[in-house]
């Protein structure tokens, strides 16, 4: 695993109780987006905890995007985030 994703996973398992986290790199499938920052990650979080599928979702998301947040300006790019129960 890239070792900035395992940043990622220790800023979000310290911030909250997951049971399951995986980061899916869909970089590739953007190459050739008019957009696409060769430096910027889309990612996927797969995420099964009890407590984020506890909260509405969107409160759920607003609080790993709030996590995220220095990220999402300087290495992420796209943030896709599945919770499941």
């Not at 979080?45 to 999402?72: C, F, G, H, V, W």
Request: glycine share 2%.
């Amino acid at each position: 695993m890239n070792i900035y994703f395992t940043e990622i996973k220790k800023k979000l398992t310290n911030k909250f109780e997951i049971e399951y986290l995986e980061i899916v790199d869909n970089s590739n499938k953007h190459k050739n987006h008019k957009y696409f920052s060769p430096g910027k990650f889309h990612l996927h979080l797969k995420i099964k905890s009890i407590y984020l599928n506890s909260l509405p979702r969107i409160n759920a998301q607003k609080m790993i995007m709030k996590t995220l947040e220095e990220d999402l300006k300087s290495k992420l790019h796209a943030l896709e985030i599945s919770i499941e129960r």
